[in-house]
């Protein structure tokens, strides 16, 4: 199975730019009906601003945007070119301007929509589809802050913990770095510390920069 991008959870993120107030919103979608949707739910809500931008990539599907009356190629398109560029799938972006009294000149309403949608991305954050590899572990108390720390290193993610007699984690990794990590345990508990795979997922999960 493929991995991918999407938007972790709605993101919604605004700035004012020469008195335009400029509001980004991002959401998760799995279609072009539900991102034709959230477009319209958004012109509904700011029935009274100036421009409802938008643009959507759909997985093995539609890649739309539109200027809504702003010039030709300044909102719409540069705000496609970020998601684009953020790697994402799946995801509706919509920025609303209010407009305030001055013009920004086409290089200057590129730059405000290629804003308005990137804080928006960023208020959303990524998360990574993939297979994940589900781990148990019990640890002992001794070693676990290093688990933890192995486990990040290896891109895992901690998703429960349970305190008794020892700690007892249920871990996700990435397919392909489960292994790796499973000799490192071994390696740095010399054998004493063993986790068992209970399963596989195919999901996604919130993933930092570094793990990208």
Known sequence: MEEYLVPTAFGQAEFTEKK???LGSVWP???EEEALAKIQEMKKR???ATHNCWAYIIRDGAVRFSDDGEPGGTAGMPMLQVLQREG???VVCVVTRYFGGILLGAGGLVRAYTKGAKIAVDAAGKSMKRVWTVLYLPCPYPYYERVKLEAAAFGGIVRGTEFGAEVELELLFPQEKT???LERLTDMTAGTVEA???GQEYRAF???KELI
């Open 20 to 22: 335009s107030r400029f």
């Open 29 to 31: 979608v799995d279609t």
């Open 46 to 48: 700011h029935y009274d």
């Open 88 to 90: 994402l799938y799946n």
């Open 179 to 181: 292994e790796s990590f």
């Open 196 to 198: 068992m795979e209970i």
């Open 206 to 208: 919130p993933v930092t």
